[in-house]
């Protein structure tokens, strides 16, 4: 949708070496008996110790099945790529929860029309507002009204993976 074209230098970052030597870290101390792999379990234990929750199993088992079969785990290469992505994913999410709380001007925790009309106004002012209310009202998919942070998030969402 709007957001969809300057979103790429985010999505392609390399981390800083440091957060990169930290996930190496992480990685060597989760692999119990130095197998030069994570199992399951021990990949569970590394996503605790670096993003604070435990995995839930369909997480879990989206990573396993997206690196090579031939292996008993995941490899530093395919942990670094996956830590990589999750970063992003959070990042992304802030980014998003940044926008939405700029054009939730009065905190309400909601968008209304207006709130779209005074943000578009200052970040495309030519923007027909024919078009405004439209993007409104396809974002708005209750058509209560307003445009929680969930119906904001799921309408980038959907923009950026049309791109």
């Not at 790429?8 to 870290?25: A, F, G, Q, Y």
């Not at 024919?130 to 309408?155: L, M, N, P, T, W």
């Amino acid at each position: 949708m709007f957001l969809a074209k300057g979103r790429t230098s985010l999505r392609t970052s390399e981390p800083d070496p440091s957060e990169h030597r930290k996930w190496v870290e992480v990685f060597k101390a989760c692999d119990e008996d130095n197998k030069g792999y994570l199992s399951r379990e021990d990949f569970k234990v590394a996503v605790v110790t670096l993003f604070g929750y435990k995995p839930s199993k369909i997480e879990v088992d989206s990573v396993m099945s997206s690196i090579n079969q031939n292996t008993s785990g995941i490899l530093l290469g395919d942990f670094l790529n996956a830590v990589r992505k999750k970063k992003e994913a959070q990042l992304y999410w802030s980014e998003i929860r940044h926008i939405f709380t700029a054009f939730d001007r009065h905190y309400r925790g909601f968008l209304t029309l207006e709130d779209f009309k005074k943000a578009f106004k200052q970040v495309a002012p030519k923007l027909p507002e024919r078009i405004i209310v439209e993007v409104f009202r396809e974002v708005d998919q209750d058509s209560d009204g307003h445009v929680s942070f969930k119906d904001f998030e799921y309408a980038l969402k959907y923009g950026q993976n049309e791109a």
